[in-house]
């Protein structure tokens, strides 16, 4: 199974098992840089704006990163809202950027969170097998966090 379809799971769970709640789905993009030689980026370092009018062959400046975070935000941003619509419910879409626990860690403290709910996902070369992200946010976190395998 997929990153895609375990999110989509963990959000079919938050759908089912909160209807009431306020549900905001997090997608935090890392740093290409896993040493963070070169500190951190802010989300507008990955999310840039349609550049439609420019053209395709420009001397590449390191935005096809930016363009690979912008769309796969998009897509996970998109089929969110598609399962939310299939449930009649409405979901907050909120990007960060930086380390994935920390980014969610930060999030459910400033907005009073009551419940984390995540699945893990593969693991990547940014993200080897050894980090496991619900592990971690389990121990940093305040709310109570919700595995959904």
């Known amino acids: ?13 938050a759908l089912e098992e909160y209807p009431e709640a306020k549900i905001s789905v997090i997608h935090v993009t890392e740093s290409s840089d896993p040493l963070g030689l070169f ?17 395709d062959n420009l001397v590449p400046d390191g935005s096809s990163f930016n363009r690979a975070q912008r769309k796969r ?10 399962v939310a619509d299939d449930y ?14 920390e980014e969610i860690r ?17 693991p990547t ?10 592990a971690s946010i389990s121990r940093h976190a305040t709310p109570p966090v919700t595995m959904v395998e």
């Open 1 to 13: 199974m997929g990153n895609t379809e375990r999110s989509e799971q963990a959000l079919v769970f």
């Open 39 to 55: 500190g951190r980026r802010e989300v507008e370092d990955y999310l840039i704006p349609d550049r439609s009018e420019l053209a």
């Open 73 to 82: 935000a998009e897509q996970v941003f998109t089929r969110a809202c598609q």
């Open 88 to 101: 009649g419910l409405d979901v907050e879409l909120i990007v960060k950027s930086g380390d994935v626990v």
């Open 106 to 122: 930060a999030y459910a403290d400033a907005e009073a969170v009551d419940r984390i709910i995540i699945t893990d996902h593969q």
């Open 125 to 134: 070369g940014v993200r080897p097998r050894l980090r496991s992200i619900p």
